[in-house]
């Protein structure tokens, strides 16, 4: 006996950079609206409590409800990352990796760099923004990147001019 086709599940896992600044800029309903499934590990919950301001408690909200926290299976692979990546880009990597996750969520440059190296297919804070202003979610990328920035987050001028051109808010 055969049911319906069923499209396959979008599992989407998220690092704590992400879930604190979209977080800061009340857009955590970006992931939630992108993915029938975003989850974050134990690790970086963990660096988020370590912290407990407005985004956290924004985030411990979204974990009540829709965001699912794992367990890592494979501990030896995240001593191994834990080399050269924090507890939280470790252990994204690795859940991302156990559970065939279609897209991983992350900003840190380095651990960016580590999972293009294993497959894994990314987006950034800043790449959720684009697709949200494309999407006409969001009125203005630049106003958005402006509270990321007085938020602390860090992106290179080029990168911000690129994102704006391609978001239509500024002319070559």
Do not use: Y
């Amino acid at each position: 006996m055969t049911g319906p086709a069923h499209e396959p599940e979008r599992i989407w896992v998220v690092d704590t950079g992400p879930l604190i600044f979209l977080s800061k800029l009340d857009h955590l309903d970006l992931l939630r609206s992108a993915a029938e499934t975003v989850c974050a590990s134990q690790a970086v919950i963990d660096e988020i409590q370590a912290k407990p301001d407005e985004a956290a408690r924004a985030i411990d909200h979204a974990c009540q409800s829709w965001l699912s926290v794992r367990q890592v299976g494979n501990r030896q692979a995240v001593e191994i990352l834990l080399a050269d990546l924090g507890p939280g880009e470790a252990e994204t990597i690795v859940l991302a990796k156990e559970l065939g996750a279609d897209r991983v969520v992350m900003d840190d440059l380095d651990a960016r760099r580590f999972a293009r190296r294993v497959g894994l297919e990314l987006i950034g804070t800043l790449g959720l923004l684009l697709v949200a202003r494309l999407d006409g979610k969001i009125a203005s990328l630049h106003h958005e990147i402006e509270r990321l920035e007085a938020a602390d987050f860090r992106v290179a001028p080029e990168l911000v001019e690129r994102l704006l051109l391609e978001a239509g808010e500024v002319e070559v």
